[in-house]
């Protein structure tokens, strides 16, 4: 079924911005993030009007209890601190740092800024 856009005046407009590359094109661009990493492909379904879209991936096994935890709340929040891991884990500033920084190197994480208000996302 091809696309239909409802609104072509919103296309040009996210297209103009630089909101979007072109419309379809989000779930290609996921899966193949997700071979890259060698990660298992979503399971996509048409149902109707909709698309559902379905992953079995989970953190790697390799992860110790406390960075699955990290992982889990930067989920949750879209970001996570230093701070709200010190407190969540009850651990000193420098071993959550210590643990958001092996999360950084086996890119499971990004870091942004310096300071002591750095936060971490999603890569």
Request: no cysteine.
């Amino acid at each position: 079924m091809p696309l239909q856009l409802r609104n072509p005046v919103i296309d040009r407009a996210f297209n103009e911005i630089g909101l979007i590359e072109g419309w379809g094109t989000g779930i290609q661009l996921a899966q193949e993030k997700m071979a890259g990493a060698k990660l298992p492909l979503a399971e996509v379904k048409l149902k109707g009007f909709f698309t559902q879209i379905s992953s079995i991936w989970r953190w790697p096994s390799s992860l110790d209890p406390a960075q699955h935890e990290i992982l889990e709340m930067a989920s949750a929040n879209r970001r996570v601190t230093a701070v709200q891991v010190s407190e969540r884990l009850q651990v000193s500033d420098r071993t959550a740092r210590n643990r958001l920084s092996s999360l950084v190197k086996l890119d499971l994480l990004k870091k942004r800024g310096a300071t002591k208000n750095t936060e971490y996302h999603f890569p």
